[in-house]
């Protein structure tokens, strides 16, 4: 490979790096279950991630029979619907989004669309997936302790999250923390992973200008949560030396129950910058996947190139540095200096700019295209609406004056459910509908996939749209039992309750969706190699799903970038990356 | 893979200098940072994430400090040392940290004899490293001792702010951390060195991949990440 002269006037210059031996896996254990396969990694990923989120889907469940219904079931306490919400919390945005994007997504996505054999290191890989898999142990164990898992909210501040008056103050927070810890430990070498294998594992003619946006999606936010999580994982350890060893890094003197406590001297609003210089960075690190995917999504399904593609790329790389200077509009009622306030409220607000950009682009992308209304279709559809709807809510959260009377209200959690919840899993599951035929070979069923996309979308509207209004009206957020008060009208409690029964309906129809999921594994039509007629590496694989090493003798070439659908005078209206531009011109005859 | 440090592709045209070089680079196929392996990229990129886990700790550490309302022991009390009748204050920590910089010294050696193919001198250097870290944690073991026997805990001391002792212990610990698990890997790459591994390109146990002599210096940038922040956290910690 290296002997090849270097021509200046070729498609693409001659490869620079000679191929790399892969592990081949010698028996049934290492080809599936301590496998150094990306794509079998990917789907434990996957399979993990879900099984726990649905653990945290039946928790929101519960909290909403709560909250509907409040005083009718009696094994819903006070204490228990605290730990249904910060293990529903804590569940979705990190142990379902995070390694669902990254671990999953990222692992399946990232080797096939950069035309690379596996990630660069396998085997840091494989254990990337076993030390996740022991931190949703550890989370999933808290419920069988003593005491249950921790209440303290997903946000843990202390001093409350370590002080007894909270649920699971004995092994609850603990293993949370642990938990914390190991999954931060197991995502860094995933993530490690992720990046070099874009930035030097590409395949010949794949430039960085090249990639599929899912790419630059998954790459930029593996990269910020490289530097994000450390911030999680140092402010994990000194909480679990507080309440392990006593130490006062958050506890500030405290009087409880009449007693003096031990601590003294700690911050408790250090932890605040602390975890939210990780999670607000974690925002975007479950949208910007979500941002790259659902690009893709609408390019395919409109059959029509993205619309300002360096516009798009750029505008990824620049929310996702502008998303750590931000952190402290999560804090504008902690006490903090006005002048802050200011100044995260401003960079709050320019990120309005280069999301807007993304959104104009989708719209445009859309514009005159040749929509075809499939399942993946529908719900990028769907998440763009869900997504203005919850980005235009930030711009009045991000200012300080409307954030403080709407802070700790239903308006907020209406916010970032429709922005950070809703919308990325319409991305999700509009992803898992586009790409289940490259990995099992088969199509999901059509008509369950509408049926399952209307009865999420609409429920979702109808679930968080109303909460908006309960916010306004001053009903706060973790409350058990927000009870009878004089600024709390009778159709509140009447709204909470159709919320619930909203709720529940959307539950059923993922039921659904799992049927469906394992039904088509077995029933599905057959999908052939590249069902959607789509241009990026993955569809072109030989075989379907991609076998061991992906591209069987001879890695891909790679001549133009993702987005060439409908091109005037080609055969077919989509060229694939990997066609070479002979082989187009000799179809289009004359064209130059 | 092994080679991929060394190889340039075959009569490629040359490349601008400066940042249009860079901007080539980040622009062309294949790769972003050329004649730079997998390995290499990958340990850079812990590194920087390793640094923003310490600067976490130094931050929260120069927080509380900067907070408490009680006094802040005096380094250079706590730290001092009485030999041959004599008080001298940071002594302990003054002659760890000339181990620790000598050790960064012996690691750059081993990395120069490792691309000489030399395979005794590197497996030596390499050693002599792993000891002179050794020498570190077994010193910052004894001042550990020392000060747990003068009464310092983690969540008191006798001279002032609790968080004097916290940080001590957390930042130190994880610190030491550091260098015990890059004093565990400098032994095991000395002997694959010592034993030719990457002479004979054995393959590796875990990852059944080719060892080369690239390792060491993949070795080396974790060990001279570990100094770095040593002299950070000297200056933050003793010398403030």
């Not at chain 1, 008509?447 to 909460?467: D, E, Q, R, S």
Request: charged share 10%.
């Amino acid at each position: 490979m290296v002997d090849v002269p270097y021509d200046r006037i070729a498609d693409v210059p001659p490869a620079e790096v000679p191929e790399v031996e892969l592990y081949h896996p010698k028996s049934w254990w290492t080809q599936y279950v301590f496998s150094q396969d990306a794509k079998v990694i990917a789907i434990q990923y996957s399979l993990t991630a879900s099984a726990i989120g649905l653990v945290a889907l039946v928790l929101s469940w519960l909290m909403r029979l709560q909250l509907g219904f409040p005083g009718t079931f009696s094994f819903i306490d006070a204490n228990q619907y605290l730990q249904f919400i910060t293990m529903h919390g804590m569940i979705m945005v990190i142990y379902l989004l995070t390694a669902l994007f990254l671990g999953g997504f990222g692992n399946y996505l990232i080797p096939l669309m950069v035309g690379a054999r596996d990630m660069v290191f396998p085997y840091v890989n494989m254990l990337s997936y076993w030390v996740y898999l022991l931190a949703v142990v550890v989370l999933a164990s808290t419920f069988f302790v003593p005491g249950g898992p921790t209440g303290a909210g997903w946000t843990l501040y202390p001093p409350q999250a370590i002080l007894s008056g909270t649920p699971g103050q004995d092994w609850g927070i603990v293993l949370m923390l642990a938990s914390l810890i190991l999954f931060i430990i197991g995502f860094t070498m995933g993530g490690l992973n992720y990046v070099v294998t874009v930035l030097q594992a590409r395949t010949r003619g794949m430039t960085l200008m090249r990639l599929p946006l899912t790419v630059w999606g998954i790459f930029t936010a593996t990269v910020m949560a490289l530097l994000a999580f450390p911030a999680l994982f140092v402010a994990s350890v000194m909480m679990l030396f507080d309440r392990l060893l006593g130490t006062s890094f958050f506890m500030p003197a405290l009087v409880e129950m009449g007693q003096q406590m031990k601590y003294g001297g700690g911050s408790p609003i250090l932890f605040q910058h602390l975890f939210w210089f990780f999670g607000h960075p974690e925002v975007y690190i479950v949208a910007l996947p979500a941002f790259g995917i659902v690009s893709d999504l609408i390019s395919t399904h409109a059959r029509k190139n993205i619309f300002g593609y360096r516009m798009m790329v750029w505008a990824i790389v620049g929310i996702g540095a502008l998303s750590f200077v931000v952190w402290a509009h999560h804090m504008y009622v902690s006490g903090m200096h006005p002048h802050f306030g200011f100044f995260f409220a401003t960079t709050t607000l320019i990120i309005a700019i280069p999301t807007a950009i993304k959104v104009y682009n989708w719209v445009l992308t859309l514009w005159r295209g040749d929509i075809h209304l499939t399942v993946p279709m529908l719900f990028a559809l769907g998440f763009i609406i869900t997504f203005v709807n919850g980005g235009l809510t930030g711009l009045f959260l991000g200012n300080v004056v409307v954030d403080v009377p709407l802070s700790d209200t239903m308006f907020v959690v209406a916010h970032f459910h429709m922005v950070m919840g809703v919308a990325p899993i319409m991305v999700v599951l509009g992803a898992i509908y586009h790409w289940y035929p490259k990995v099992t070979g088969r199509m999901l069923n059509d008509v369950l996939g509408k049926f399952h996309f209307w009865v999420t979308f609409l429920g979702a509207y109808l679930i968080f749209f109303p909460m908006h209004y309960l916010g306004l009206l001053g009903i706060p957020r973790r409350y058990h039992d927000i009870g009878e008060a004089a600024f709390i009208p009778s159709s509140a409690h009447t709204l909470n309750a159709f919320i619930t029964v909203v709720a529940l309906t959307v539950g059923v129809a993922q039921m659904v969706f799992l049927f469906n999921l394992v039904w088509s594994l077995f029933k599905g039509r057959p999908s052939g190699g590249n069902p959607w007629r789509a241009t990026t590496l993955e569809w072109q694989t030989p075989e379907t799903p991609p076998g061991h090493g992906n591209w069987g003798k001879e890695l891909p070439v790679v001549y133009r970038w993702a987005y060439d659908y409908s091109v005037p005078g080609a055969a077919q209206d989509f060229i694939p990356q990997n066609q070479p531009p002979k082989a187009t011109r000799a179809v289009q005859g004359a064209a130059p | 893979m092994a080679e991929t440090a060394l190889t340039t592709p075959g009569e490629s045209p040359a490349r601008a200098a400066g940042w249009q070089g860079i901007a080539a680079d980040w622009s062309s196929d294949q790769r972003a940072f050329k004649n730079v392996s997998w390995g290499k990229a990958m340990m850079w990129i812990f590194l920087l994430s390793d640094t923003f886990i310490f600067s976490c700790f130094l931050l929260s550490y120069m927080t509380a400090r900067m907070s408490t309302t009680v006094p802040w022991p005096n380094p250079s009390e706590v730290f001092a040392l009485s030999i041959g009748g004599k008080h001298i204050p940071l002594i302990l920590i003054a002659i760890m940290t000339f181990i620790l910089i000598s050790s960064s010294g012996t690691m750059a050696m081993a990395v120069n004899f490792g691309y000489r193919r030399d395979r005794v001198k590197t497996a030596i250097l390499m050693l002599v490293t792993a000891a002179f870290g050794a020498t570190f944690v077994g010193m910052q073991a004894f001042e550990w001792t020392k000060l747990i026997m003068e009464g310092v805990r983690p969540w008191e001391n006798p001279w002032g702010a609790a968080q004097f002792g916290s940080s001590f212990f957390m930042i130190t610990g994880f610190h030491g951390t550091h260098v015990t698990i890059g004093v565990i890997f400098l032994i095991a790459i000395a002997r694959k060195v010592w034993r030719g591994d990457f002479d004979v390109e054995r393959r590796g146990f875990f990852t059944s991949r080719k060892g080369y002599y690239e390792i060491v210096e993949i070795m080396g940038l974790y060990w001279h990440f570990v100094d770095l922040v040593w002299v950070f956290i000297f200056a933050f910690f003793y010398l403030w």
